[in-house]
Nanobody
Framework: QVQLVESGGGLVQAGGSLRLSCAAS????????MRWFRQAPGKEREFVAA????????AYADSVKGRFTIARDNAKNTLYLQMNSLRPEDTAVYYC???????????????WGKGTLVTVSS
């Protein structure tokens, strides 16, 4: 089992940047493919970014492509999401999740963090 704890959220103006972190404990992060999801008020949780076990492959939702970068440091057991050129529509609670398969489906994630709130003001 693995425990995931997100940090780095906060309030930022449009055009600004934030870096989210997701610290894992209980089992090494390399055992899992990692993902970031987000959930805005009144909306369903949606996929943001994914990275493979060793970090060689990544994928992004069209809405964040070119602005967000996912990375992982397996030695530090930590996942990151660098968010640049933030927009008000990026406002959401951001969750990291661990999967034992290549899926990016919300329903198929094995473990979730509790989330960190990102608020982007216009």
């Amino acid at each position: 089992q693995v425990q995931l704890v997100e940090s780095g959220g906060g309030l930022v103006q449009a055009g600004g940047s934030l870096r989210l972190s997701c610290a894992a404990s209980g089992r090494t992060l390399i055992s899992y493919a990692m993902r970031w999801f987000r959930q805005a008020p009144g909306k369903e949780r949606e996929f943001v970014a994914a990275i493979s076990w060793r970090g060689g492959t990544s994928a992004y939702a069209d809405s964040v492509k070119g602005r967000f970068t996912i990375a992982r440091d397996n030695a530090k057991n930590t996942l990151y999401l660098q968010m640049n050129s933030l927009r008000p529509e990026d406002t959401a609670v951001y969750y990291c999740a661990a999967s034992i398969t290549p899926t990016i489906s919300v329903a198929d994630m094995r473990y979730w963090g509790k989330g960190t709130l990102v608020t982007v003001s216009s």
